[in-house]
Each structure stands twice: as structure tokens, then as C-alpha cells.
């Protein structure tokens, strides 16, 4: 059927995939709302799960995206060492660089197609996510263009990476004592037990020790024929 009134034909799939947004995000949404802050890892591991799930149909709404993010070379090959700033594609990275020898890689070259947030990923950093996730599908419409599309993908995305961080063993993050065991018990909370025991040990200072005379030590009588080594064989034991 034609759209005679309509130049903009919503594209195939859409309709159907937006609805699936809308049945799968809400469930993920309410879970994310009602996590403690910060909830065990093992509830962001369910969460992260279920975002990429509410990727895999975000990611087919908008338009694809190429590993090159170049609009002339989207098959191209990928600059791996792509300065900042720069597209990711090699051929007009190259052709750039010819002006410009010196020019260095970025620091922290992005890999991926999409968004990842900047660190830190903590409780709060997903619930902004979410927040900004909610209302751009707020606005989302057949008829969105395709920036909007691109913009819940990437939210949803940014969402996933965080809540996939958040679910690790907890570590805590302490720069000193990588690796230490972590003080669940501490006034302001989970804390490095190094640290923590460092800084109580600068305030109260170095725990008191008591030396108490020490009593006589009793005499063992050992009897003069006691022989060591081999156990003595049972009173029943048969000759071999
Ligand atoms: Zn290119
Ligand atoms: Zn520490």
C-alpha cells in the first residue's frame, strides 16, 4: 500500500521492533529502580543481561553502523591507532596524516561502534544512564529520525557496559592494596581492610601489648625407655 500523503514510508521491522523496546525495557527499568545502591554484584549481572537483550532490538532500530564510522569507506579497513578526535576509517585517516606526521594516537582509542560512558561505572552513573535512557524512549515515535534511534541504542548500550562492570567481583578499588580483602564493616562504608586498619592504627596508634611474667614452665617427664619413630604394633597384630 502506498502512503500517497506521506513522502516518509516508516521502515520495515520498525514497528514491530519498537514494540518489542517497549515490552522488554520497562521489566529491566524497574529492576534497575529498585536496586539498593550499590546492589550486590550478582543483581547487575541479571540487569546487564537483560540490557543486552534490550540492545540486541535497540541496535536493529537504528540505522547500522559501520566498524569504520566512515560514510565514504563503511567497509573499510579500521585505523586501530586512530587520534583523537578522528574517525576510526584507515583510508581517510591516512590521507590525513600525510599533513600531519606527528600526530599521535589517542589515548584511549575508542573499539567500539558504541557508546561506552566514561569511568566511573558506579550505582549512580547507571541511574543517570537510565534516566536519560527513559527519556529519550519517551519521545521516540515510527517516525523519529534516525539520530534519536542512535541516541536510545547508545544509551542502552552505555547502560549494559556499566551494569556488565558493576556485576564483577567487587574489588575495592583501592590503588595502593589491589587485591585486598575489603572491610564490610567500615563507618563509610565497604572499604580497603589495609587501609582501613592503617588509618586506625595513625588515630588510636600501635595496639598495647601486655607482657605478663610468664609462669614456670611445668617439667615433662619423659619416660627413659620411650622409643620414637616406630609406632608400637598392636598386641594382636599377626606376623607377617
Ligand atoms: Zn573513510
Ligand atoms: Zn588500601
Redesign the pocket.
Known amino acids: 500500500m502506498q502512503h500517497e500523503h506521506s513522502s516518509y514510508r516508516v521502515p520495515t521491522g520498525r514497528p514491530f521492533l519498537m514494540r518489542e523496546l517497549r515490552n522488554k525495557l520497562p521489566g529491566v527499568d524497574d529492576r534497575m529502580l529498585y536496586l539498593d545502591a550499590p546492589a550486590d554484584p550478582t543483581e547487575y549481572e541479571d540487569i546487564a543481561d537483560a540490557l543486552w537483550e534490550v540492545f540486541l532490538v535497540a541496535r536493529n532500530l537504528a540505522p547500522a553502523r559501520s566498524a569504520t564510522g566512515c560514510a565514504n569507506h563503511p567497509s573499510g579497513p579500521v585505523d586501530t591507532e586512530a587520534p583523537e578526535g578522528w574517525s576510526r576509517c584507515l583510508l581517510c585517516n591516512s590521507r590525513r596524516r600525510i599533513g600531519r606526521p606527528n600526530v599521535k594516537a589517542a589515548e584511549n582509542a575508542s573499539k567500539y561502534r558504541w557508546a561506552m560512558p566514561e569511568p566511573p561505572y558506579d550505582h549512580a552513573k547507571l541511574m543517570e544512564v537510565r534516566g536519560a535512557l527513559n527519556h529519550a524512549v519517551q519521545d521516540l515515535d515510527y517516525r523519529s529520525p534516525d539520530e534519536a534511534f542512535q541516541q536510545v541504542a547508545d544509551l542502552v548500550h552505555a547502560a549494559f557496559v556499566i551494569a556488565r562492570e558493576l556485576s564483577r567481583p567487587r574489588s575495592?578499588g583501592?590503588?595502593?592494596?589491589p587485591g585486598?580483602p575489603i572491610d564490610a564493616t567500615a563507618a563509610e562504608g565497604p572499604?580497603?581492610?589495609?587501609?582501613?586498619a592503617?588509618e586506625r592504627r595513625r588515630q588510636v596508634g600501635p595496639p598495647a601489648v601486655n607482657v605478663r611474667p610468664s609462669r614456670p614452665v611445668p617439667r615433662v617427664r619423659t619416660p627413659a625407655n620411650r622409643r620414637w619413630g616406630t609406632p608400637p604394633s598392636p598386641p594382636n597384630a599377626q606376623p607377617t
Not at 174 to 177: I, K, S, Y
Not at 191 to 196: A, E, G, H, L, N
Open positions: 575495592t583501592c590503588q595502593r592494596h585486598a572499604r580497603c581492610m589495609f587501609c582501613v592503617q
